[in-house]
């Protein structure tokens, strides 16, 4: 606070969310942004002191922020790097397995789970990320997230005349369509001829 009234100050948000100010109180911050923080400071301010009233206050009020405090998530299942790690308090899913090595070949890129207070909160498909830029499931993560990763359920090596040969994941209700749209479709020369050698367990395979 400059002006008239002259103040400055800096306060630890504790782990329920609040700060302290002599005079003020207990002012809750926690899931605000800096324009609704002053606002909010300013109304509590203005009860206290005359400086900040009027149509031409001769006090001024500035909010900034100082060092921001790591969260802690765990990386479960296949991850290169399992455990639980401090993060940026502003890390989403991806970043947060960008952060740890991201997932093991094992690892599904479809169904990762994020958990949340103990309980399955969502999933995210890397795949509507790398290849459709869809970020609507990458949420910001909270401390004490669980990310969590499932092993695979399928492993389709595409190859041959085909854009973007590799080894991909399908869904249970997706089809060649879907793979032939992941490996960024044929080239020019390719024949519209499709070969598929599939391995057939032996238990279930017909005499």
């Known amino acids: ?23 003020i109180g207990k002012v809750y911050v926690s899931g605000i942004n800096i324009d609704e923080l002053e606002q909010k400071l300013l109304k509590k301010f203005k009860k206290v002191y005359s400086s900040f009233l009027g149509s031409k206050p001769t006090a001024f009020l500035d909010v900034s922020i100082g060092k921001l405090k790591s969260i802690n998530i765990t990386i479960l299942g296949e991850a290169n790097m399992p455990g639980m790690y401090p993060i940026h308090p502003f890390s989403s899913i991806v970043s947060a397995l960008l952060q740890v090595g991201g997932v093991l070949e094992t690892g599904t890129l479809r169904n990762i789970q994020l958990i949340r207070n103990g309980k399955s909160f969502d999933q995210f498909d890397f795949y509507n990320y790398l290849i459709k830029g869809n970020l609507e499931n990458n949420h910001r993560l909270n401390d004490g997230d669980v990310i969590y990763i499932p092993i695979r359920n399928s492993s389709i090596t595409v190859r041959g005349q085909i854009l973007k040969p590799a080894i991909y994941e399908l869904l249970e209700n997706e089809t060649i ?17 499709i070969l598929i050698n599939r391995i057939i367990n032996s238990s279930t395979a017909y005499p």
């Open 177 to 193: 369509s879907d793979l032939i749209n992941y490996s960024g479709g044929f080239k020019v020369d390719a024949l519209p001829n």
């Open 1 to 23: 606070i400059w002006g008239e009234t002259e103040f400055r100050a800096n306060f630890i948000i504790n782990q329920y969310g609040n700060i302290y100010i002599d005079k």
